[in-house]
């Protein structure tokens, strides 16, 4: 085998054709839809951290900067594979006990 067939094999490959070595597509495309959902924070979120989601550790990113553990935020987004969370207002948090 030749230097030259090593490299057109390494680069004639589709995307299409590389898996997902976590088996398969988004684990997220299969859940209804995340919009609005509200979860709270496992994790300070200094610029991202984690959130609880069905039962599952969820790593996030956060529009609001900073944002403590054990605060409810809203998913508001999906940037770069992560969704994208927000604090919950006081208002809103009140609306939902």
């Not at 030749?2 to 398969?24: H, I, N, Q, T, W």
């Not at 200094?46 to 403590?68: A, H, M, T």
């Not at 992560?82 to 948090?93: F, T």
């Amino acid at each position: 085998m030749s230097l030259r067939s090593v490299f057109e094999g390494m680069f004639s490959r589709k995307p299409e054709e590389d898996s997902d070595p976590r088996g398969g597509s988004d684990p997220d495309e299969r859940r209804p839809s995340m919009l609005g959902r509200r979860v709270k924070t496992l994790t300070a979120l200094k610029n991202s951290g984690y959130v609880l989601i069905d039962g599952q550790r969820v790593e996030v990113i956060s529009r609001s900067g900073f944002v403590q553990a054990n605060t409810y935020v809203v998913i508001v987004g999906k940037k770069m594979g992560r969704w994208e969370v927000e604090i919950l207002s006081e208002s809103k948090r009140k609306d939902r006990r």
